[in-house]
């Protein structure tokens, strides 16, 4: 799979057709997720889970039920209801980082198929990979369309572990010590992928954060569901008080310069992240965010995944 990829139709696919979020560490990016011939199976209330080992399937599916209640509750204030069918999820299981990928189908503002695949260790795919993406699902049933890029993957950040997000840390402080962080009104309306998709997706998450810290999540979906229909500049004067989103970029880089960048990377907030999850231990779990080199990528495959 290519790491760039062509968004050209994202906007014109909001009411229609497939979308798909993809999480991919460097390793894996070539790898095509594969049906485990001795794949095994488990049933939950909103998950079937295949995979090539027993105990990581049940937990992935019991942690994939917690997850999605503590992550609706913590987004939406209320549960999601029961989904109509069971989401798919298909483990394989590697040595390394977790990637995933979730794919939607809407029509009519409302969700109609979806289905997970995940990659990594299972320690990875616990801690990381799987509240990133019944993140993406929470989202998507409550927007019934797919959220605009940055906001979507930037929040879903948030409910990784304590690694990753100083992984997101380190990203966002090198970035804007580059000046490499581009203009929150390029940033919102960002529907072609830069070549720094690396430095793309920190900033997601660091305005994601940003905004969420200062306002709550609530306001933060609200901002990013009138932002596509009125426009970010009314919606930042909407929600944020403040003239435009050209304001709204100052004050992002105020807080990053002045409270953001003196924290500890990876250093959880209540009003931010979302911590709804127990990081599970593991072998590797010792290892650093700066072992390894990870890309949050985009396929340009057919259909749009998201
Ligand atoms: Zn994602």
Redesign the pocket.
Known sequence: MDAARDDQDLRLKFNAGRFA???FGVFAICHAFQYEAEAVSVRSRNFIVHGPDQNVIHSVAQKAEDLRHKIAMAWLGKPLPAWPKPCPIQLKLTGGEAG?VTSFSFDQGRVTDQEMNLEGSAERILNSALP??IT?TVFAWHFGAPMPRWA??GA?MLSEDHRELARQDEIINSLIDRKGHMPLSALFVMEEYPKDLLGFYGQGYSVSRFLIEIGGRDRFLKFVGDGTKIGWDTATRRHYNLPDSKELDRAWRSWHRVVASRRTPGQLHPESTLAAHKPQQSANSGETGKDRSVI?AQSDDSPVRR
């Open positions: 979020s993809i999480c995933g990133h993406e993406h979507d993957e879903c949050r």
